[in-house]
T-cell receptor, first 116, second 114 residues
Framework: NAGVTQTPKFRVLKTGQSMTLLCAQD?????MYWYRQDPGMGLRLIHY???????AKGEVPDGYNVSRLKKQNFLLGLESAAPSQTSVYFC???????????????FGPGTRLTVT | DAKTTQPTSMDCAEGRAANLPCNHS???????VYWYRQIHSQGPQYIIH???NNETNEMASLIITEDRKSSTLILPHATLRDTAVYYC???????????????FGQGTILTVHP
């Protein structure tokens, strides 16, 4: 049981390049989330998903797109990276109603992205 | 979501209890109090949550005042590995029409000293 994993761990992009961050969870959770954390700040929600095939905007969605084609995966895309997107990105998952109710969010280790 | 207020930083001696306060005077009746912590550079880690009763698990205890306007997270025997940023968050529970939104503030930096 690996929990929540994120790929890659580190990445450096040039302005205008695109990339996709992958989040995977093996806990059969319904909900998944993408956050960003800037230095000295708390986490801010970018997008979230309440189930396979569904996505919704969070607090800071501009410049990002997401997809949840499979229940266990949640992808975060940057189509044209900007220096303001330099941050640490965390994925999280939560909530399964079938075997036991879990309300807490489980977080991945993060992806450190630098845009130059 | 209700806003929370926490001290910016606190110190604690190793082996002693760490008591971290949180004010949430505008909490709604269906909102829970959650505590997470973030050890340097790692993803946040869930600690405990409660609605109105005191709660205890293997990591910590949560004391919620009767009027629910404040709470205290207690780490009974703090260790050096408990040095982290602790976030107090109030939120409705995930499920139904709620996606379990967590709003992270600045948190409390807890430093445990030898």
């Amino acid at each position: 049981n690996a929990g929540v994993t994120q790929t890659p761990k580190f990445r450096v992009l040039k302005t205008g390049q695109s990339m996709t961050l992958l989040c995977a969870q093996d806990m059969n959770h319904e909900y998944m989330y993408w956050y960003r954390q800037d230095p000295g700040m708390g986490l801010r929600l970018i997008h979230y998903s309440v189930g396979e095939g569904t996505t919704a905007k969070g607090e800071v969605p501009d410049g990002y797109n997401v997809s949840r084609l499979k229940k266990q995966n949640f992808l975060l895309g940057l189509e044209s990276a900007a220096p303001s997107q330099t941050s640490v990105y965390f994925c999280a998952s939560s909530y399964t109603a079938r075997d036991r109710l879990t309300y807490e969010q489980y977080f991945g280790p993060g992806t450190r992205l630098t845009v130059t | 979501d209700a806003k929370t207020t926490q001290p910016t930083s606190m110190d604690c001696a190793e082996g002693r209890a760490a008591n971290l306060p949180c004010n949430h005077s505008t909490i709604s009746g269906n909102e829970y109090v959650y505590w997470y912590r973030q050890i340097h550079s790692q993803g946040p880690q869930y600690i405990i949550h409660g609605l109105k009763n005191n709660e205890t698990n293997e990591m910590a205890s949560l004391i919620i005042t009767e009027d629910r306007k404040s709470s205290t997270l207690i780490l009974p025997h703090a260790t050096l590995r408990d040095t982290a940023v602790y976030y107090c968050i109030v939120s409705v529970r995930a499920g139904g029409t709620s996606y379990g939104k967590l709003t992270f503030g600045q948190g409390t930096i807890l430093t445990v000293h030898p």
